[in-house]
């Protein structure tokens, strides 16, 4: 499928009339397609506002999406602490959250409860720091809790509003945080952003096989569409923990646990205090089959790197702060920051 909307799919069926046929999704031809939604709902035709999504990205040189096959593997965290590094560079960047149904990247970024405020220019995005501004459906919901049930064409408006009405300004980077799997969301943001040059996609995933096999559908649907993928991050790759944060516990009869974390702290002060330098780790998931490593080897695709999981980025997170800023996160931040730092030398 040549660039992913011209071409017939190669799973499309028998007599299909072609993705930008008015037909498309519609016809009697297109019973049992696993493309028939997605035709269905896809924009026919040369579309208008394409030319005010390009005149509004002019002013972005580099354009990043930020992918994961499945979801709880970290692609928002990823995503957000990306966009920390980038601006703590001294660039110009914006992050764009397009998980219309799940938008977590506020949280993230310690901009809960603010709100989207409107010029002249378009929309505003909300600012972390002067060279870092964001925008997200998160901040046009009246309560954090409240669900967003909407269909395809109403993502997919949503989507082309943020790409042509958001004054970003000028522009390093902007970081697109997609939902999870390959579903309209995405294959609007490639349409939109394909006409104004996009770098590629960074695919996030975690060692398990399960994870994996999502993520071969991602690199798959990235070349099916045209998209450079730019590397695999495997996230959650082992707990890495500092040995003096760890807690320790007593296992009782019956399954019951007692706290045993200010003697066990105080045996090792006393008997051994070499061993609080050091960290301690564990493998979380199986990943005894290569893991992502492994799978980009197999798919000609470049791995980025490894990011343990760390209880302080987790902390980061929901504190919506760096975690670059401060010595916390000593095991997760300098493995983020050579992820990053090979990312940028990749350009």
Not at 280 to 299: I, L, R, Y
């Amino acid at each position: 499928m040549e660039n992913g909307y011209h071409e017939i799919p190669e799973n499309a069926n028998e007599h299909c009339p072609g993705p930008q046929s008015e037909a498309a999704g519609k016809s009697d031809e297109c019973a049992g397609c696993p493309n028939q939604q997605i035709c269905a709902t896809a924009p026919k035709g040369p579309d208008p506002d394409l030319v005010a999504i390009v005149e509004r990205m002019a002013t972005v040189k580099h354009k990043i999406l930020v992918l994961s096959g499945k979801g709880g593997v970290g692609k928002s965290t990823f995503s957000a602490q990306l966009s920390f590094a980038l601006a703590d560079t001294d660039y110009q960047v914006g992050l764009l959250d397009i998980d219309i149904c799940g938008p977590s990247i506020p949280k993230m970024l310690g901009l809960e409860g603010q709100d989207i405020h409107q010029s002249n220019l378009g929309w505003s995005p909300v600012y972390v720091e002067s060279n870092l501004g964001v925008m997200s459906i998160g901040f046009m919901l009246p309560h954090p809790d409240e669900a967003v049930i909407w269909r395809g064409p109403r993502k997919n408006g949503l989507i082309k509003q943020f790409l042509k009405d958001v004054d970003w300004g000028e522009l390093d980077y902007l970081v697109v945080d997609a939902p999870p799997g390959t579903s309209d969301e995405h294959i609007s943001i490639v349409q939109f952003l394909q006409a104004t040059g996009i770098d590629g996609a960074i695919i996030v995933t975690t060692p398990q096989q399960v994870s994996l096999i999502d993520v071969r559908k991602e690199i798959s649907f990235c070349k099916k569409v045209g998209i450079k993928v730019l590397g695999v991050v495997e996230n959650m790759s082992g707990l890495k923990q500092p040995l003096s944060d760890l807690r320790f516990v007593k296992l009782g009869e019956g399954g019951g646990e007692s706290d045993a974390t200010e003697w066990a702290l105080n045996y090792i002060k006393s008997n051994a205090p070499e061993l609080l330098n050091l960290v301690a780790c564990s493998e979380v998931f199986d990943s005894s089959q290569g893991g992502a490593e492994k799978m980009c080897g197999e798919m000609a695709v470049p791995f980025l790197g490894k990011v343990p999981m760390d209880p302080q980025l987790c902390r980061a997170a929901e504190e919506g702060r760096s975690c670059f800023a401060d010595q916390k996160c000593s095991v997760s931040a300098p493995a983020l920051k050579n992820i990053i730092e090979k990312l940028l030398h990749s350009q």
